[in-house]
């Protein structure tokens, strides 16, 4: 069989399993992307870009492309689109597999603040910390805006086009990824006594996780957000070479 994989994308691991498919005749690979920053890098294979409509703009998506397989190689902290691209693929009758990266977990010498959502996250902000480090993206920092006496490092992609909705603040633009030396460096040089993130997981933005236990600070850590009801793909990977073996099985029945 030949496989048209539509990819939902905007992760490390969606960009390394287009590359890996873009690579195999058998495959002809799409990558679709919210259209959240401004220059995405370039991916392999063919790119679309923006919000599909709903889950029946997804459908009709499906349809139109004749899709074989879609891959959910979303952000775990992207809640919606994982809804959207289950219900789909169900009413479509197309199969769905997931990609997702494990969550960190908690090491020795960790100093972790684990909450459900940044509201808590911000509520305890101020307890644990005067510096913090926010690395939650731009979308998510107005859960910060009534936080006074904390100032914050705000680490974007791209540059904000509207003022951003906190009191103290400044901004680094960087893109990742980030090791924990350089990590190390960042906190140390603007005193950070505190760092929030989400729980993404992987290699490419663990640097901060890592050099906070290193230099002994707290981390304000929010939970991944539980699977919507009845989520059932056909089945779960955890990285883009396990998802190749999947796809490959496929293709070969
Ligand atoms: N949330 C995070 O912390 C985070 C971090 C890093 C990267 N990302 C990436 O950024 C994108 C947006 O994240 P989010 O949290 O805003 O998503 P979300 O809340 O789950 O989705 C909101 C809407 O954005 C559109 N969308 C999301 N991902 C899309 C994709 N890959 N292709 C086409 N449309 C997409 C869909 O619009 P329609 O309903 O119109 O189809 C979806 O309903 C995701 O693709 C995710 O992989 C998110």
């Known amino acids: 069989m030949s496989g048209k994989v539509l990819i939902l994308g905007g992760t490390g691991d969606a960009a390394r399993l287009a590359a890996i498919l873009d690579l195999d005749p058998r495959f002809a690979v799409t990558t679709s992307l919210a259209g959240r920053t401004e220059a995405p890098k370039k991916l392999p294979g063919k790119v679309r870009i923006g919000g599909f409509g709903g889950i029946e703009g997804l459908i009709e998506t499906l349809h139109r492309d004749k899709t074989d397989i879609l891959v959910d ?12 691209a289950m219900a789909a693929a169900t009413e479509a009758n197309v199969p769905l597999l997931r990609l997702e990266r494990p969550a960190w977990v908690r090491q020795r010498g960790d100093r972790w603040h684990e909450v459900d959502n940044l509201a808590e996250a911000a509520k305890q902000a101020p307890k644990l910390g005067r510096r913090a480090f926010l690395t939650v993206g731009r ?33 680094l633009l960087e893109r990742g990824p980030f090791d924990e030396t350089e990590e190390l460096q960042l906190l140390r040089a603007r005193r950070v006594d505190l760092v929030i993130a989400k729980n993404s997981g992987g290699e490419a933005t663990y640097g901060k996780i890592a050099a906070a236990r290193a230099l002994k600070i707290p981390v304000l850590l929010q939970r991944r957000p539980p699977l919507p009801p009845g989520y059932a793909p056909a089945a779960t990977v955890e990285t883009p070479e396990a998802a190749m073996a999947w796809l490959d099985k496929v293709a070969k029945e």
């Open 73 to 84: 190689a979303t952000h775990p902290f992207a809640a919606q689109i994982r809804r959207h």
């Open 139 to 171: 979308k998510e920092l107005a859960a910060f805006a009534d936080i006074a006496g904390v100032h914050f490092l705000v680490r974007l992609v791209d540059p904000p086009s509207a003022p951003l909705p906190l009191a103290d603040f400044e901004v």
